[in-house]
């Protein structure tokens, strides 16, 4: 048994390769095509429609008396949390390179490589698409040879080019296999005119598997050539130590080079669960899919056998769950299963307490080490399209944020918005395809207001006597307030200072009701006033017309007027950056930062060729840094942002901020009237 992580850049050819492996294996029946959306790993609708995985994509195949369980990861970064879902279960990987690399490693090629590394995996390397135009294997290799570590080595030699490719020598038999269109190849003898890049890349091999093997080396040393059987044995051993990536050749569209691809994975791809099959299960939870007519769990048998109707417990909240029948994944399908082993990739359906990274056992099992996903890095508000519909909203984006855990959702209080954040745009707005489809509701996203807050400039004292007369019992209150700013981040205090009984006590809470509702509103552009202290120093009342409301209302006007005469200004959020970059590009990202009123705090090399730059930069300019910043860097760069504080915004830019929202004031009224 092998669960298989296929991993790669975009559009490199991972679900071509794996539809390819299912057609060759016997699995599927026909090759489907990403660009006709009829694969049977890309499923959902919007990965049909944008011809790129959002999501894992699972299938097992059988292959020479062995079970293979593929998982066909995103390529596209926004879906990161996806392949830390696959690589959390995943025994060996597959990183697709396109033949067209050469010169250039494709940023999801660098990151998969990154993310195996970090877990001591097992990989081998597939180079796609010799069969299009501008194919490139010697070049690709160079390339791949240069950038990457363990050091990928070449195990086939590709025969033709481009619209020529057809097979490809096995360097460690010096066989030539011929493929042909259903996964399968023959074989016959090596092209004489390659006889000499032949025993070029079978020395580097030779040589490459020696070092990893003291007893081979020695012999090799001493003039002794390993013989095939013993240069396959100790391949394996080094790739399953992680000190290799074979690399091997395909064109996955026309399945040319499966079936050699299934039969290596079987020679030198160790990585065999482990696992003892005996006793109780224990389950890990990797991954869920929620809808409105409940949820899909899909899990890893970590030890034991899962049969039918098996009790589990939830390690993490103690809760009993119960598995009616195991199932199987297929891409779209659930396979009921009698049951399944140590190992083995499963599902279940109508688990209630159960969510992604638990893990389920018998009473007193150890839990296991959730899944640590990104944080998000992207965010936008999220509104309905059509008033009343904010619940459903809430209640569909619940349920998607089960099966997503890069997704969160968050009301901004200071704003009144719903803040929808994830790893970038796409991730986003295939969220809201999803949320329409899945439970008929349309949203649009949009750039969020920024969250200022207005505070005073100095002091100030007012008084605003509240008086109303009609007919009968009037309204009358009358206070006066004095303002003073406090530090930043002091908030608001409020002092009653009154002496005696111009104001009765019981109306002083009313005033201040008053001040606080002055305090939520703002003054300058409609935004919270802060860090200042009120005193309430004196004021006056009537014996019939004195009311609660009265006092609210002059408190709420003598505040606004307090502040107009002590001189308002703007607060923005100021927020800690700290951006990794290649070094070739630092200079393009600080300059970047400088136009959007950042101050770089310092530069320190992170090794591996990457800049670390530190700089704070108001919230109002990073709102599309993400993808800002990808473009710069190609996609190699990456961020995090923390608040720090806020601070006064300077006038060119308080300015237009506080136009539109008089605009808006005065638009309002006119509506009104």
Request: net charge negative.
């Amino acid at each position: 048994m092998l669960n298989l992580a296929i991993l790669g850049h975009s559009h490199d050819g991972k679900t071509t390769l794996a539809e390819a492996l299912l057609f060759a294996s016997g699995a599927i029946p026909r090759m489907g095509s990403t660009d006709q959306g009829t694969t049977a790993l890309d499923f959902e609708p919007e990965e049909q429609r944008r011809h790129i995985s959002v999501q894992v994509g699972m299938a097992t195949l059988n292959w020479r008396g062995r079970r293979v369980t593929l998982l066909d990861t995103p390529g596209f970064q926004d879906y990161a949390g996806e392949v830390l879902e696959a690589l959390a279960v995943a025994d060996a990987a597959v990183v697709t390179v396109s033949a067209s690399s050469a010169g250039h490693l494709a940023v999801g090629t660098e990151t998969a490589w990154r993310q195996l590394e970090g877990r001591g995996l097992p990989r081998i390397l597939v180079m796609t698409k010799l069969d299009k135009e501008h194919a490139d294997f010697k070049g690709t290799l160079a390339t791949l040879e240069q950038r990457l570590s363990p050091r990928p080595v070449a195990v086939q030699l590709p025969i033709g080019d481009e619209h020529s490719f057809k097979g490809a020598v096995d360097l460690i038999t010096g066989r030539a296999l011929i493929f042909d269109e259903r996964g399968g190849q023959r074989e016959e003898d090596s092209p004489a005119e390659l006889s000499g890049e032949v025993a070029r890349l079978r020395q580097q091999l030779v040589e490459a598997v020696c070092e990893t093997d003291d007893g081979l080396l020695e012999r090799y040393l001493e003039g002794e050539e390993p013989a095939p059987e013993q240069l396959r044995s100790a391949l394996r051993r080094a790739t399953a130590e992680a000190k290799l990536a074979p690399l091997l050749v395909a064109a996955p569209a026309r399945a040319l080079g499966a079936g050699a691809i299934l039969d290596h994975l079987g020679d030198c791809v160790a990585g065999e669960s482990e696992g003892d099959p005996e006793g109780a299960p224990v389950l890990f939870v990797f991954k869920t899919m929620a809808d409105p007519f409940g949820r899909v769990t899909y899990f890893k048998v970590v030890r034991g056998t899962l049969g039918a109707d098996a009790h589990l417990v939830n390690c993490g909240n103690g809760q009993e769950e119960r598995i009616a029948r195991p199932l199987r994944p297929k891409g779209k399908a659930l396979e009921p299963q009698e049951k399944l082993v140590a190992g083995e990739l499963g599902a279940a359906t109508k688990l209630l307490h159960t969510n992604t990274g638990d893990t389920l056992g018998a009473k007193g099992t150890e839990a296991l080490a959730p899944i640590e996903f990104p944080d998000p890095s992207y965010t936008m508000a999220i509104r309905p399209k059509s008033k009343g519909d904010e619940e459903k909203i809430h209640s569909g984006l619940a349920h998607m944020l089960e099966e997503d855990r890069t997704l969160r959702l968050e009301r901004e209080p200071a704003t009144k918005e719903t803040l929808l954040h994830g790893l970038g745009d796409v991730h986003l707005e295939v969220t809201l395809e999803k949320l329409r489809r899945k439970y008929q509701v349309d949203a649009v996203l949009a750039t969020p207001k920024v969250p200022y807050q207005e505070t005073v400039r100095g002091t100030a004292r007012q008084q605003h006597r509240y008086k109303k007369q009609s007919g009968g019992a009037g309204l009358y209150g009358d206070c006066t307030l004095e303002v003073e700013p406090l530090t930043r981040g002091s908030g608001f205090v409020f002092e009653d200072k009154i002496f005696g009984g111009s104001i009765p006590q019981q109306f002083r809470p009313s005033v201040e009701k008053g001040v606080q509702q002055t305090l939520g509103e703002g003054v300058l552009a409609g935004f919270p006033l802060v860090d200042l202290k009120v005193r309430l120093v004196d004021g006056s009342t009537h014996p019939v017309d004195g009311k609660d409301i009265a006092f609210q209302l002059a408190g709420a006007m003598a505040m606004r007027e307090a502040a107009e005469k002590a001189g308002l200004y703007l607060l923005e959020p100021v927020m800690d950056v700290e951006v990794v970059v290649p070094e070739e590009t630092m200079g393009e990202v600080i300059g970047h930062l400088n136009s959007r009123r950042g101050r770089i705090g310092g530069m320190l090399p992170a090794g591996d060729g990457v800049e670390r730059v530190s700089a704070q930069v108001p919230l109002a300019e990073m709102y599309h840094f993400p993808i800002e910043l990808r473009a710069m860097t190609q996609g190699r760069g990456r961020y995090r942002m923390t608040f720090s504080h806020y601070e006064e915004v300077p006038a060119p830019v308080a300015q237009p901020i506080v136009e539109a929202h008089r605009a808006a004031a005065h638009q309002k009224e006119a509506a009104a009237s």
